[in-house]
């Protein structure tokens, strides 16, 4: 009996029937059980992870935690190998490929690698669903490829934002297009200061390191009985902490964490304070002998509170230059802190 026959050679199907959809769900599932205990799994970050598939466009975040649930119980009371035989079964024709790509990027490394004692159950994954070694080696590379670009973007400005170089501080203010706020341009264009923007977004940036930046959605009423219910401070949590920084920050820094958190009763009618470690995620690079260049460390504070008919998201960065050391977690918690508080007391809301 070999280690995954557990997961391939059941004879039991699941009672349960499943979507095609759900089905490439429930691959992604079998794929993080099957080395692992079932209580282990991160149920929160599988379905990030099956949000960024194309197949699941249609569906909300709390729908696809829901199928994630549902799949974790089938397996925990069927067994995995049930669970993964009514994949199989259910998975259109059309979703084969989507089904094998759930399976590689959940075994994926932090190096963007797949670990050598995982690579018999791709192969037997693979075997499973019928896939040519052709096939299955281009599903591997796209998928590789399609991390590699996310993580060589900036996660605050890509290619699409409208970047605009600052050479003239002749209007020493800047507008939100949608005209709810006017704040004070806090960046030099002698220290290479710069804006960049887009909807909804703007950051300010220069090339010593600064990085003060302005997330603010429209805040719909609808909104208010949420809010109203569950409380300001876990609403301004769940904003943060659960949907922005999971989506803005661990997408592109797998290596991110929070590491403090901080609700602000009195300040700015209630506001939400975290500060996230960021290995190799600021936004400035060092230069290797060897040419390439290498993000450095940094830890990102964002505040959130709302004002007016806004939610807002502000953040900035503390990078760490070669041979800096950070100070304490307390420490550097508050110092970033006070710098946002610092930023959006210039902030003129409208």
């Known amino acids: 009996m070999t280690k995954y026959d557990k997961v391939f050679n059941s004879p039991k199907t699941s009672e349960e029937s499943l979507s095609p959809e759900e089905a490439v769900a429930a691959i992604a599932t079998v794929t993080a059980i099957a080395d692992s205990m079932i209580e282990d799994v991160d149920a929160e970050s599988l379905a990030g992870i099956l949000w960024e598939f194309e197949v699941f466009e249609e569906y909300s975040e709390d729908e696809i935690a829901e199928i994630v649930d549902r799949l974790l119980a089938i397996a925990e009371e069927e067994g995995i190998g049930p669970l993964f035989n009514a994949a199989k079964v259910s998975l259109s024709e059309e979703l084969v490929l989507d089904g094998f790509a759930a399976g590689v990027i959940?075994?994926?490394?932090?190096?963007?690698a797949i670990a050598k004692p995982k690579q018999a159950y791709l192969k037997k994954l693979q075997a499973a669903l019928d896939l040519e070694d052709e096939e299955a080696e281009e599903i591997i590379k796209e998928v590789i490829a399609a991390f590699k670009e996310a993580e060589e973007e900036e996660y605050a400005d890509d290619d699409d934002d409208e970047t605009v170089v600052i050479e003239d501080f002749s209007e020493q203010t800047y507008q939100s297009p949608l005209g709810n706020f006017t704040v004070p341009i806090p960046v030099d264009p002698q220290q290479g200061g710069r804006i960049q923007s887009q909807e909804g977004v703007v950051g300010f940036s220069d090339d010593i390191g600064t990085l003060l930046?302005?997330?603010y959605y429209p805040f719909p009423l609808?909104?208010?009985?949420e809010l109203e219910s569950v409380g300001q401070e876990e609403y301004l949590q769940t904003i943060l902490v659960d949907k922005y920084v999971p989506q803005a920050i661990f997408a592109n820094v797998p290596d991110a964490s929070v590491e403090y958190t901080e609700y602000l009763e009195n300040t700015?009618?209630?506001?939400?304070?975290?500060l996230i470690d960021m290995p190799k995620g600021s936004t400035i690079s060092k230069q290797e002998n060897n040419g390439t260049a290498i993000r450095l460390d940094a830890y990102r504070g964002l505040l959130t509170f709302i004002s007016g008919e806004?939610?807002?998201?502000?953040s900035s960065q503390h990078s760490f230059l070669d041979g800096e050391t950070p100070d304490s977690l307390e420490e550097e918690a508050e110092d970033i802190k006070e710098s946002i508080l610092e930023f959006v007391e210039t902030i003129e809301f409208n």
Do not use: M, N
């Open 106 to 112: 959940v075994l994926l490394d932090d190096e963007l």
């Open 213 to 215: 930046r302005i997330d």
């Open 222 to 225: 609808e909104q208010l009985e």
């Open 268 to 274: 700015l009618r209630g506001a939400y304070y975290v």
């Open 310 to 314: 806004f939610l807002y998201i502000v």
